[in-house]
């Protein structure tokens, strides 16, 4: 559970078994040395009986960086009155802002994005399911949404809101125009970006493929391994799209491409 931004580096520390009802976010600085400690678990929401933490991440969470703010959401409150929170940490101040709340009798909070000085995360509740939207200003506004949304995410310039549906389909929403489209199916899991470009994670065992789109240019680039070689990794790193293939005895190679090339 990795987020980055300038020298910046988000981690979460957790034991080795599921659901992590222990957990630690230490933000660390890459050049200096310096670790913060900015949110840990908290109150006794873990022991809550009825409640099932999600996969993969359990009751961890996971950050996403853009610029100096760091954005996650957690679970917090009592075994009794277990809620949500996504709350947000300002590197220049070192101060913590709660954004959103819901009690978990009433809905959920899931799914934070960040990117281009906007916010975005899935609320459900009596009033139906959407994505609220953040500007830097702190103006909001609702996207009512279809389907199983989760692992959404935003590019750096805020423009294209991107997220997986039901692991059926991975969409993607441009803020400007309104307009939703496809742009892969059950290729893999999840969603992660990269300056303009979206990523997933390869559903190897299920003849899933690795690939990217650029909301750029508004074309998919899905990538074609040989017979008997599986990927079961992924990654945007800056420029670079990155993907593991291992076959059938084990042996795995990274390979590095640029944007555009397959």
Known sequence: ??????????????????????????????????????????????????????????????????????????????????????RAYDLASGSVTTLDTVALAEGDLDTAAAGGGRTAWLRVDAAGQRFVLREADGGQRELPVEGAPFAAALDASGRHLAWDDGLIAKRVLDLETGATSTFATDEGWGMTAAGSRFTWAPAAAYGGAPGYFDAATGVTHILEVREGVRSNYAALLGPWFVWQSAGPRGDGLYHFTWPGQS
Do not use: H
Not at 27 to 35: D, K, P, S, Y
């Open 1 to 86: 559970m990795l987020a980055s931004s300038g020298d910046w580096l988000a981690t979460v520390r957790t034991g080795l078994a599921l659901p992590f009802p222990e957990w630690q976010l230490i933000l660390r600085n890459v050049t200096t040395g310096e670790a913060r400690t900015i949110a840990r678990n908290e109150g006794t929401v873990a022991d809550a009986p009825d409640l099932q933490p999600g996969l993969p991440f359990g009751f961890a969470p996971k950050p996403v960086m853009d610029g100096a703010t760091v954005t996650w959401i957690q679970y917090a409150g009592s075994a009794e009155s277990p809620v949500r929170e996504l």
